[in-house]
Structures are given as structure tokens and as C-alpha cells.
């Protein structure tokens, strides 16, 4: 009877390495939203690491987490790092591209809860009296990224937190404030 439990618990295991395996090498998640205020209201919420304090979703996971600015206050070079809970880990961001109205390139260095790099750029499109907001990150998935997307919808995961993100952004650009 065990002989038969270890061939088939073994069929399993390599069953799934396979599927781990076949995964695709690299990932990407974005999300759009429009936000009725001009371009240049939506790139500074962006540009300015500070100002996510007020719309990036993960400050709410972790209102206690430690955060470290260094650079340039926005734009190309500025850097923020952050610690926290489980949910927010351990890691820095660093804008590596910030083209004046029209997109910003991240560098996210991920220490907790894995070490991982990835790319999260930011577009804006001006639409009439509106600016269309995309939000993507890419990165390359090791073995164990792999492993994790085969068992969690990591789209959906980090859609659903991009959402959050864009509709906070959104809100703030659209006061009447920042409108002008």
C-alpha cells in the first residue's frame, strides 16, 4: 500500500513542478483610469514619491510602516524606501524615467517578502478635459514566481490594489485644488 501512496504523491510533485515550469517567464499587470483634471495634476501625485502618502493603497495596509526619501524631491533620482508589516514587506522604489506630463518609469526593489525587481511605469493621456492614468508593472518570474502565480491570480491580487490606487489618484486630481 505505501509503495502505491509515494508513487502517486510523487506523480503529483512532479506533475506540478511541470505546470511551475511551463508558467510564463515574465508578468505584467495593469489598470487605467480617467480623472477629469489635466495632465500635469495626475504626473505630480506621481512624480513626488511624497505625495503617494495620500493615494497609494499600500499606506493603508500599513498607516505604521517606516518611509525613507532620498534624491531629488520628484522626478528622475528620487528614491523612497519602505518597512513594514507583512502586507507592505520591505523594499524600494526608485524613478528611474520621468518624462514632464507623459510617463514615469519605477524601478520597485522588492526585499520582504521575496527579493525580486520589477519595472512599474505610469502614462498619462491627455482626453479632452480629462487624463487617461495607466498603471503597469513588469518583472520576470524565477521559479518561485512562478509557483505563485500557478496557485494565486496575481492580476487580480495586484489589479485590485492598482484599482485602489487609481481611484484614490483620481480623487485627489479631480479636487478642485489640484484642478488648477
Do not use: C
Request: hydrophobic share 45%; no cysteine.
Amino acid at each position: 500500500m505505501w509503495p502505491i501512496i509515494l508513487i502517486i504523491a510523487g506523480a503529483v510533485l512532479v506533475l506540478v513542478l511541470i505546470l511551475v515550469a511551463l508558467q510564463p517567464p515574465e508578468f505584467t499587470v495593469s489598470r487605467s483610469a480617467s480623472a477629469k483634471a489635466p495632465a500635469e495634476a495626475v504626473f505630480a501625485l506621481v512624480n513626488n514619491f511624497q505625495q503617494w502618502e495620500a493615494w497609494s493603497p499600500w499606506v493603508k495596509m500599513d498607516p505604521n510602516m517606516t518611509k525613507t526619501y532620498s534624491g531629488p524631491e520628484a522626478g528622475t533620482g528620487a528614491a523612497y524606501a519602505w518597512e513594514g508589516n507583512s502586507k507592505v514587506g520591505k523594499g524600494s522604489m526608485t524613478i528611474v524615467e520621468s518624462r514632464g506630463r507623459e510617463s514615469i518609469r519605477i524601478r520597485l526593489d522588492f526585499e520582504k517578502p521575496m527579493k525580486a525587481s520589477h519595472i512599474a511605469e505610469f502614462t498619462f493621456k491627455p482626453e479632452g478635459a480629462q487624463t487617461v492614468v495607466t498603471w503597469k508593472m513588469s518583472g520576470k518570474s524565477n521559479f518561485a514566481g512562478k509557483a505563485i502565480h500557478l496557485f494565486f491570480n496575481f492580476d487580480k491580487m495586484v489589479g485590485g490594489q492598482f484599482e485602489q490606487g487609481l481611484a484614490a489618484m483620481k480623487a485627489l486630481a479631480e479636487t478642485p485644488a489640484r484642478k488648477l
